[in-house]
């Protein structure tokens, strides 16, 4: 009897043990946040392919956003400055674009760039990984341009950047779906970290009828 007292014994405390580790497990994802794909640090060149203003629209993103003379836009995760150099055209020299990057290479890779292009309104931001490290109350519309996927703590991104935001600011979301680890997330996650961080849908576009490419536009909730 005092037998199988321990061997009782002994299975409950294996199997409590099974339990604790399988639990161990399952809640270290959860801790160290979703998935992400790795920031791009390559060949900086190849976010200006040809063609690449057709196919985004991206007149009609800035429309959307209301990025308009005079306007101050943020361009996060700037990479080589495509979007921040059209955008920079729209505002005009009374608007301001501030071009975000946690890459210091693409600060550069920007500065110099506007510098050859002539566009004196371009302020380059060295930022943290979640946050863009804008000014209070500075920026009208801001757009991550295929760039969602890579931010580590998107809720934390999103919440830092709320105090730059002016009233009525529009911040945009192109990415494509995805598994969030192959340079995509779905919408419906972003969507829900958004909502998370404070803030509220106020636009869904799909320019590109792929089933893949996906616009979303969002202002902070009073």
């Known amino acids: 009897m ?26 270290a994802p959860a801790a160290q946040g979703r998935k992400t794909s790795p920031p791009y640090t390559g060949d900086l060149t190849i976010f200006d392919s040809p063609g690449r203003d057709e196919r985004l629209q991206i007149g009609r993103v800035m429309d959307i956003l209301g990025i308009g003379e005079g306007k101050s836009v943020a361009d996060i995760g700037a990479g080589s ?51 863009p490290m804008l000014p209070t109350n500075s920026v009208d519309a801001v757009l991550l341009l295929k ?45 829900k970290e958004a909502e998370s961080a404070g803030y509220k849908v106020v636009g869904k576009y799909d320019f590109v009828k792929d089933g893949m490419d996906y616009f979303l536009v969002f202002q902070a909730k009073d």
């Not at 405390?13 to 580790?21: D, E, G, N, Y």
């Not at 709320?162 to 680890?181: F, K, T, Y």
């Open 2 to 27: 005092r037998g199988l007292s321990r061997d009782f014994l002994s299975t409950i405390i294996l199997l409590v043990c099974c339990v604790v580790s399988l639990c161990a497990g399952q809640s």
């Open 81 to 131: 400055g495509w979007f921040t150099v059209r955008a920079a055209r729209r505002v005009a020299q009374g608007g301001t674009v501030y071009a975000v990057d946690i890459n210091p290479e693409a600060k550069r890779y920007v500065e110099q760039r506007a510098a050859k292009e002539h566009l004196g309104n371009v302020k380059a931001i060295l930022s943290g990984a979640d946050d």
């Open 147 to 191: 760039t969602y996927h890579e931010v580590e703590n998107p809720v934390a991104m999103l919440g830092n950047l709320r105090p730059a935001l002016r009233r009525g600011a529009r911040v945009g979301v192109i990415d494509r779906n995805g598994s969030a680890e192959n340079h995509g997330v779905n919408s419906e996650i972003v969507v």
